[in-house]
């Protein structure tokens, strides 16, 4: 059963323009989440992450949000360039798990 | 480069047949991870080594699947008698400082395994 859930498996966005990647999960346990992003036959790279105590975590051009409520995270990228296209990963994980859950991923084409 | 490396990138093999994925970590992490992603899925966690600890293998599929690691340096992922199921992207990963997920994790570029 997957318990990170990535629903749109691509996104298409023009250069300069804000790209907006979303995550659901199911396990209430969840406590911190991250994103990875991933090239072409190159392993997933860490790029931000944030802890269930915060709502909002921002790093540059990326933020992440997180609605605790509605079990919800997104990841925004503001401005999106060409090198941002890539695979996106939405990975979870509980105090005392020794592993990531990950979602299926969200393929992102910047266009120039 | 001293990131994590894996060998080899590309395993086409026949069902039925043993094979044996590497992992080099980056040196000096304790942590080392196998996941694996099977065609349109997630990463799938499927053992983690830390330090001397026992390791945690809750995320190995079935019995065919094994893995060793020495001290804090090489590991080795076995599939025993690989079905077709087994086809999957298998990725390692290490962390510094271990003990948590919480700390970044390092990927190689993976395996591409193919059985036939």
């Known amino acids: 059963d997957q318990q990170v859930k990535q629903n749109s498996p691509s996104l298409s966005v023009q250069e300069g323009r804000i790209s907006i990647l979303n995550c659901d999960y199911t396990?209430?346990?969840?406590?911190?989440f991250l994103w990875y992003k991933k090239y072409p036959a190159e392993g997933p790279t860490f790029l931000i992450s944030?802890?269930?105590?915060?709502d909002k975590n921002e790093d540059g051009r990326f933020t992440v949000f997180l609605n605790k409520s509605a079990k919800h995270l997104s990841l925004h990228i503001v401005p999106s360039q060409p090198g941002d296209s890539a695979v996106y990963f939405c990975?979870?994980?509980?105090?005392?798990?020794?592993?990531?859950?990950f979602g299926t991923g969200t393929r992102l084409t910047v266009i120039p | 480069g001293a990131g994590v490396s894996q060998s080899p990138s590309n395993k086409v093999t026949e069902k039925g047949k043993d094979v044996e994925l590497r992992c080099d970590p980056i040196?000096?992490?304790?942590?080392l991870y196998w996941y694996r992603q099977r065609l349109g899925q997630g990463l799938e966690f499927l053992i983690y080594?830390?330090?001397?600890?026992?390791?945690?293998k809750s995320g190995l599929p079935s019995d065919r699947f094994s893995a060793e690691r020495t001290g804090e340096s090489v590991s080795t992922l076995t599939i025993q008698r690989t079905q077709q199921e087994d086809s999957a992207v298998y990725l390692c990963?290490?962390?510094?400082?271990?003990?948590?997920?919480?700390?970044?994790?390092?990927f190689g570029p993976g395996t591409r395994l193919t059985v036939l």
């Open positions: 990963a290490s962390s510094p400082l271990g003990g948590s997920p919480y700390n970044e994790q390092f």
């Open positions: 396990n209430s346990m969840f406590d911190y």
């Open positions: 944030i802890s269930s105590i915060k």
């Open positions: 990975a979870a994980t509980e105090t005392g798990a020794n592993n990531l859950f």
């Open positions: 040196s000096g992490h304790t942590a």
């Open positions: 080594f830390q330090g001397n600890s026992a390791p945690d």
